[in-house]
């Protein structure tokens, strides 16, 4: 059996790097196409649009500021209402205005981090809700074919992305200060609004 510490050696690694990136070049030639159902096509979908990463990772790097509670919850409530807006999407279509809406989130998430707004557990939560219900809905309408596996596999990838977020929040905490948390938020915030005008 292979062991884990022999993937960090240089060869090895550099596989494990270049599988990596093509699985991630990989992710917009699948995510915004309609291209089925599926679990992989359904965790490739979130990283295949900017919107998509940014809204996520910024829930997480919130999270990590806010800290306690927040750092579960807010994740929790982000994933549990994009669930909610993909079981709705079908039902109800195309909404007006939905990619700006989604942007907006963006620009929100990344500004409320990037003013050192602690905001309480539980409205911090309702506010991620919120936008999390908006980037389902959306995915919703992408999907086709079979939804719990698609749905189970963007479920997973948000998930990570926020951990991500999450992980990214609290290194930046520790090794530097919140200030540079904050910086980071101005910056998604910043590319929220460079999407919002493109």
Same mark, same amino acid.
């Given at each position: ?8 050696? /240089? ?17 917009? #030639? ?5 291209e089925g159902g ?36 807010? /994740?929790?409530?982000?994933?549990? #209402? ?13 909404? /007006? ?18 003013l050192g707004f ?19 809905? #959306? ?60």
């Open positions: 059996m292979t062991r884990i510490s022999s993937l960090f050696r /240089p060869n090895a690694f550099s596989r494990l790097m270049l599988a990596t990136g093509l699985t991630l070049l990989a992710a917009p #030639a699948f995510a915004h196409g309609g599926g679990f992989a096509a359904g965790f490739l979908h979130p990283v295949g649009g900017a919107d998509h990463v940014l809204a996520m990772l910024a829930v997480g790097l919130w999270a990590a500021f806010r800290g306690g509670k927040a750092i579960l919850g807010w /994740p929790v409530a982000f994933v549990a #209402a994009m669930l909610g807006g993909f079981a709705l999407a079908p039902f109800f279509g195309a909404l /007006p205005n939905l990619e700006a809406m989604i942007t907006s989130t963006v620009i929100l998430l990344g500004g409320a981090l990037a602690r905001a309480p557990v539980v409205a911090g939560a309702a506010l991620i809700a919120l936008a999390g219900a908006a980037h389902g809905y #959306a995915h919703g309408l992408e999907m086709q074919g079979n939804a719990l596996a698609f749905g189970g596999g963007f479920a997973l990838a948000t998930a990570a992305l926020h951990g991500a977020g999450i992980a990214i929040g609290l290194g930046l905490t520790r090794l530097a200060s919140l200030r540079l948390l904050q910086a980071a938020g101005g910056l998604v915030a910043a590319a929220g609004l460079v999407l919002a005008m493109a």
